[in-house]
């Protein structure tokens, strides 16, 4: 089974950019399609960030759209969230994530803190 490991978490400023990264440790060409979530600190569910398909189509969010940009490079088998102007909104533990019925599968997560 295919297992997901996020990087690239951190301490920003608001206005500031992250990349996340999330390293699949098998081949991810055949998902359909790839998510982030993101848990924000207080809340007890994982709110939906954004999805980009084997095809390359991508969908955001309204909170994070024009901001943050979901890429795939299925030869290296990661998916990436690049975030750009960042809101102290946006901190939370992200989370990468793929479904194949009937489980969702997820990663540990990494931190993004966002100082005002």
């Known amino acids: 089974q295919v297992q997901l490991v996020e990087s690239g978490g951190g301490l920003v400023q608001a206005g500031g950019s992250l990349r996340l990264s999330c390293a699949a440790s098998g081949s991810i060409s055949s998902i359909s399609a790839m998510d982030w979530y993101r848990q924000a600190p207080g809340k007890q569910q994982r709110e939906w960030v954004a999805?980009?398909?084997?095809?390359?189509?991508?969908n955001y969010a309204d909170s994070v759209k024009g901001r943050f940009t979901i890429s795939r490079d299925n030869a290296k088998n990661t998916v990436y969230l690049q975030m750009n102007s960042l809101k102290p909104e946006d901190t939370a533990v992200y989370y990468c994530s793929f479904y194949i019925r009937p489980t969702r599968y997820w990663g540990r997560g990494t931190q993004v803190t966002v100082s005002s």
């Open positions: 999805t980009i398909t084997r095809g390359g189509t991508t």
